[in-house]
């Protein structure tokens, strides 16, 4: 008599007069002491009995995906309002020194600002959490060293902003020309702008052209409010 095991595991079913695979796959089954694995097709997953290393799953993709996902966030912040800041300078200076002055004093205050706020949050978060773990008796251990830093959020935060900061400011220094110089700044943050949004679409699992799309058509619009406020403002002889 022929055994009909599971078909799950994509063995073998028993007709009359003939035997037949029910899948095309190949089935590696191993036996030690208490532990079963199958090994199955994309129809029939795995099914696996006993202990399983979890060693890899013990890595926190998650959070590293968060912290990097927050980085490309504070770049684009950074890339958007220094950008806007230096054209909205330079429709009212066309100098090229103004224009780059402007952009380093909204670096620095954008940095600055950006890590005060987030040590602020993350020290509010961790005060929450240390109360918790200090109502359920388990202050002191794993769970409380595993808490996020306050020192290094604002570090990180600071350090996206300024990355994304910089760029505008690298273009607007070696060129003379002012017509020249804030096209180059507007394609330069234009281009940087879609990728974050390109980064941020992929860590987040979004649809890449759409947050590709809502990325730039923000940052240009951010910058194109800016310039043309202060064109006006400078028509006016304010």
């Known amino acids: 008599t022929l055994l009909r095991p599971a078909t799950a595991y994509g063995y073998y079913h028993r007709e009359p007069n003939h035997l037949y695979p029910s899948h095309k796959l190949l089935v590696a089954m191993a036996v030690n002491d208490t532990k079963l694995v199958a090994v199955a097709d994309a129809e029939n ?4 009995c006993g202990d399983v290393d ?3 799953s013990s890595i926190d993709f998650t959070g590293r995906a968060n912290w990097l996902r927050a980085a490309v966030l504070g770049a684009n912040d950074g890339l958007v309002s220094t950008a806007s800041l230096m054209l909205g300078v330079s429709a009212v200076k066309p100098e090229a020194r103004a224009m780059v002055v402007s952009g380093f004093a909204g670096l620095l205050a954008g940095a600055c600002s950006m890590a005060i706020g987030e040590y602020v949050s993350v020290c509010s978060q961790r005060d929450v959490e240390i109360a918790e773990l200090d109502q359920a008796g388990k202050r ?3 769970e409380e060293k595993a808490l996020p830093s306050p020192a290094q959020a604002a570090a990180a935060s600071a350090l996206a902003f300024s990355v994304g900061a910089l760029l505008p400011l ?8 002012y017509n020249l110089r804030v096209a180059v700044v507007v394609v330069v943050a234009t281009l940087a702008l879609a990728a974050f949004g390109c980064v941020g679409a992929v860590l987040g699992r979004a649809p890449v052209a759409r947050s590709c799309a809502r990325v730039v058509v923000g940052g240009l619009a ?5 310039f043309g406020f202060m064109r006006l ?6």
């Open 54 to 56: 979890e060693s890899e």
């Open 233 to 238: 403002f400078r028509a006016s002889g304010v």
């Open 222 to 226: 951010a910058m194109a409010v800016t």
């Open 45 to 48: 997953p795995a099914v696996v």
């Open 170 to 177: 690298l273009v607007a220094g070696f060129i003379v020309g």
């Open 140 to 142: 002191g251990g794993d």
